[in-house]
T-cell receptor, first 114, second 113 residues
Framework: AQSVTQLGSHVSVSEGALVLLRCNYS??????LFWYVQYPNQGLQLLLK??????LVKGINGFEAEFKKSETSFHLTKPSAHMSDAAEYFC????????????FGKGTKLSVKP | KAGVTQTPRYLIKTRGQQVTLSCSPI?????VSWYQQTPGQGLQFLFE???????NKGNFPGRFSGRQFSNSRSEMNVSTLELGDSALYLC????????????FGEGSRLTVL
């Protein structure tokens, strides 16, 4: 069975600082992994995905994530935070065999201080 | 290209009533999934439809149902509403061969009084 754990429900960084949002997964099959972002009163938007191949994945808005099988992790990073990055971020794993069935973590709310 | 459209955006119902939510996917997307989002439980998968057929269903009671039409538009229905059904209901569409790459609507926020 698949599951996702996001460490830290709230993360606060200063503008210009490194953003690191942690995600660990559990999967009995090779996972497809995703990061989504949700801005207030909006739906979710795909930031990046890992399926196969290169373990360092680059996404939109300067975010990237690295798939580490040995650590069962898929942490999201951005070198320099912008005020516009303030949002809630969700890590997700695809439930095998389903196109639209994702198992989401509980989310991490990112605050960016000026 | 128009995004995923959900209607209504906000609605208030009382316990025992039923509600129908609508979702129009991105043109060309034949897969539609529904999720319930609450502060306590987070995002939970309700069901997935593809070409008018339910392909997957989450762990929700039978009061939650859905369907998909030939134009890929989808509806979900919740009967005999309970207070705990208050949530943001999100619809997402995707195209074939793009597992997990979901395009979400802005959601329908349901409040049950």
């Amino acid at each position: 069975a698949q599951s996702v754990t996001q460490l830290g429900s709230h993360v606060s960084v200063s503008e210009g600082a490194l953003v690191l949002l942690r995600c660990n997964y559990s999967s009995s099959v090779p996972p497809y992994l995703f990061w989504y972002v949700q801005y207030p009163n909006q739906g979710l938007q795909l930031l990046l995905k890992y399926t196969t191949g290169a373990t360092l994945v680059k996404g939109i808005n300067g975010f990237e994530a690295e798939f580490k099988k040995s650590e069962t992790s898929f942490h999201l990073t951005k070198p320099s935070a912008h005020m516009s990055d303030a949002a809630e971020y969700f890590c997700a794993v695809s439930k095998g065999g389903s196109q639209g069935n994702l198992i989401f973590g509980k989310g991490t709310k990112l605050s960016v201080k000026p | 290209k128009a995004g995923v459209t959900q209607t209504p955006r906000y609605l208030i119902k009382t316990r025992g009533q039923q509600v129908t939510l609508s979702c129009s996917p991105i043109s060309g997307h034949r897969s539609v999934s529904w999720y319930q989002q609450t502060p306590g439980q987070g995002l939970q998968f309700l069901f997935e439809y593809f070409s008018e057929t339910q392909r997957n269903k989450g762990n929700f009671p039978g009061r939650f149902s859905g369907r998909q039409f030939s134009n890929s538009r989808s509806e979900m229905n919740v009967s005999t509403l309970e207070l705990g059904d208050s949530a943001l209901y999100l619809c997402a569409s995707s195209s074939a061969g793009h597992t997990g790459e979901l395009f979400f609507g802005e959601g329908s926020r349901l409040t049950v009084l």
